[in-house]
């Protein structure tokens, strides 16, 4: 009987043990489990089968292969890496991700850092690949296979401008070669170690074509549409191509107050195109966002949310129910078809807690397997942090916070919207000049008596002609001998400052130059100019400011004898404050004198409006009512 017990006891104390060390094991699990989440907040996707594909934000990259029931973080690890900048999957399996590198974020050399992978993200292999110029923002990358990829950055530059660098790999990224600056920084799609498109440019008219793998680039010509009505702008999209010889192009064409898709097909790789099918999209707008399929099977989404039209087959469609689940705050912002009923949606939208304060964006994601009819929301959770995206403007001498430029100014409708719904106070204008990028049909007298009415202020700016050794080579340029250049100072300031008063902006306001980054060589002209412009609109009645990079702005305008009443000072480095800027002490432009533009080009949605932006913080003059 003594030994029964003792067994019994000994088995009891086991099966005890036992289930305090399941119990220890399982707990971490739970924890786990139970731990905060919030929606990821989405920048870019792709749908790369019918039920597999990716979503990035700036500090994750989820995968899905079950159309967004489940998601598998599978962002690049590693010490150094920063945000995700550009995703791209050449399948289900291969993949690369260009992210900055955190650890030479605020240096003076800045580095992007290129994760590879083979099996789906399970594992990454990361390398450096070093930019010609700090402050690069990867903006595309795309291979068209497992070895030769190329990769956009844009450069530091203001809205008017769109400024970049290609890099191409010919061994799968363990190499980069810089080739010769594109003739814009967009988005590029190749189908061919030879053959490749990019498309954009600030206004988005622009469409080039290389036949050399990115050394040279030729503007694509398109035939006009059956009305032989000239647009009055044009939105080019990407080519899709199914082969290397059958693809298809959208171009949205806005005339006469309404807005088509002009979808033009090819069948000999895009030497030649022609028209498939043009489909109206209502009152006239460059918003329209579209995926195509093919040249009989597209998609567009349009800003007036009338339903979304699909073209299956050849066979159109209007859904009205589309817009239904999104509010009035949000916009469809991009739309990804796999084929004629399966596809992605991402829509964004901002909300602020308080007035122009705790402001964020939010993205959601919506699948659909019936080509729009209906739609699943498929919006992905990630582990909530310590930090968040929200907005607050700093409380600031001028009171000038934060604000935004872009390169064509929004309507009034639109501008109310960001205005009620932003932390944003102040916004760029372009008012003109020689070099000045968009065309500005919003941009009168009225328009700014509406946009101070709403509460304002704004940024008037003059794009003329650029320092001889511009980084922009595309553009017209000042005289290298400095009496001509102080000359073209002189003349420069009189046609902005009577633009300004023809938009209403009377003596005393402050005018900003766009003078782009340039080279040593041009020092002597470049300071010529700067301190004519700066004498004639002090005797005009005007504060005279000046944009461009902080390097040129410490070695030539803080040593002029009229330097700029305030500088804005381009610098991506993501720090929101006016000083701590690369290139320029924080020693000049002290007494409320600055302006940061601290992030690049993106895209915001705010009361339902989208604008891509760049971002600026204050602490300097701006035009008030």
């Given at each position: 009987m003594t030994g029964t017990v003792c067994r019994f006891v000994?088995?009891?104390?086991?099966?005890?043990?036992?289930?305090?060390?399941?119990?220890?094991?399982?707990?971490?699990?739970?924890?786990?489990?139970?731990?905060?989440?919030?929606?990821?907040?989405?920048?870019?996707?792709?749908?790369?089968?019918?039920?597999?594909?990716?979503?990035?934000?700036?500090?994750?990259?989820?995968?899905?292969?079950?159309?967004?029931?489940?998601?598998?973080?599978?962002?690049?690890?590693?010490?150094?890496?920063?945000?995700?900048?550009?995703?791209?999957?050449?399948?289900?399996?291969?993949?690369?991700?260009?992210?900055?590198?955190?650890?030479?974020?605020?240096?003076?050399?800045?580095?992007?850092?290129?994760?590879?992978?083979?099996?789906?993200?399970?594992?990454?292999?990361?390398?450096?690949?070093?930019?010609?110029?700090?402050?690069?923002?990867?903006?595309?990358?795309?291979?068209?296979?497992?070895?030769?990829?190329?990769?956009?950055?844009?450069?530091?530059?203001?809205?008017?401008?769109?400024?970049g660098a290609l890099l191409a790999t010919s061994d799968g990224g363990v190499t980069w070669n810089s080739l010769p600056q594109p003739p814009i920084s967009d988005a590029i799609r190749f189908i061919s170690p030879s053959t490749g498109w990019i498309a954009g440019g600030v206004a988005g008219d622009q469409l080039y074509v290389t036949r050399d793998g990115g050394y040279h680039w030729q503007q694509q010509s398109l035939p006009p549409d059956a009305s032989g009505e000239k647009a009055s702008a044009q939105t080019y999209q990407l080519p899709v191509f199914n082969n290397s010889r059958d693809g298809a192009l959208a171009v949205i064409s806005s005339k006469a107050g309404e807005s088509v898709i002009v979808v033009y097909n090819t069948h000999d790789g895009g030497m030649t195109w022609s028209i498939r099918r043009t489909l109206p999209v209502g009152e006239d707008t460059s918003k329209a966002v579209v995926s195509v399929v093919n040249a009989d099977t597209l998609f567009v989404a349009p800003a007036n949310r009338i339903g979304l039209t699909a073209v299956a087959q050849g066979e159109q469609s209007v859904h009205e129910q589309f817009f239904s689940r999104l509010l009035p705050s949000e916009a469809v912002t991009r739309l990804d078809f796999k084929n004629d009923h399966q596809g992605w949606a991402l829509v964004a939208g901002g909300t602020c807690d308080n007035w122009k304060s705790q402001c964020r964006q939010e993205s959601k994601l919506f699948a659909t397997s019936d080509g729009g009819q209906t739609t699943t929301d498929i919006t992905p959770s990630v582990a909530s942090t310590s930090t968040s995206s929200v907005v607050t403007p700093d409380a600031v001498a001028n009171s000038t916070g934060k604000g935004f430029d872009k390169c064509s100014a929004g309507t009034v409708s639109q501008m109310q919207a960001w205005w009620t719904n932003t932390p944003w106070s102040y916004a760029n204008i372009y008012m003109g000049g020689s070099n000045r990028g968009c065309s500005q049909p919003t941009l009168t007298s009225g328009w700014v008596s509406s946009i101070f009415a709403q509460g304002w202020q704004l940024i008037p700016t003059w794009v003329g002609p650029q320092a001889p050794g511009s980084s922009c080579t595309s553009c017209g340029l000042m005289s290298s001998n400095t009496t001509t250049a102080a000359q073209q100072g002189t003349s420069e300031a009189n046609s902005a400052a009577s633009a300004a008063s023809a938009l209403g902006l009377n003596a005393p306001t402050v005018i900003y130059y766009d003078m782009e980054r340039y080279d040593p060589t041009s020092s002597a002209a470049a300071q010529a100019f700067v301190n004519a412009w700066v004498v004639r609109l002090h005797q005009l009645g005007d504060k005279a400011g000046v944009y461009g990079s902080g390097a040129n702005a410490a070695s030539d305008w803080a040593t002029i004898a009229n330097p700029p009443d305030a500088v804005w000072i381009a610098n991506w480095n993501g720090s929101t404050s006016v000083y701590g800027l690369s290139g320029l002490p924080d020693s000049y432009w002290v007494n409320h004198q600055r302006i940061h533009q601290y992030e690049g080009g993106h895209n915001e949605t705010w009361g339902g409006v989208t604008f891509n932006i760049d971002s600026d913080s204050a602490d300097g003059p701006v035009a008030d009512n």
């Open positions: 000994w088995r009891l104390l086991v099966v005890s043990y036992a289930a305090v060390f399941i119990l220890l094991a399982v707990l971490p699990i739970q924890a786990q489990s139970t731990a905060t989440t919030e929606a990821l907040q989405m920048q870019s996707m792709h749908l790369l089968t019918a039920n597999t594909g990716w979503v990035a934000g700036k500090n994750h990259l989820l995968r899905t292969t079950d159309t967004g029931q489940h998601w598998t973080e599978i962002t690049p690890p590693g010490k150094g890496t920063g945000s995700i900048q550009s995703v791209f999957f050449l399948d289900t399996l291969r993949g690369w991700v260009v992210s900055s590198s955190s650890e030479t974020k605020n240096q003076s050399a800045g580095s992007l850092i290129v994760s590879s992978t083979s099996n789906g993200g399970l594992t990454w292999t990361s390398r450096t690949a070093v930019p010609e110029e700090e402050g690069s923002t990867a903006i595309s990358i795309d291979f068209v296979d497992a070895r030769n990829g190329w990769i956009v950055l844009r450069l530091p530059s203001s809205s008017n401008f769109s400024r």
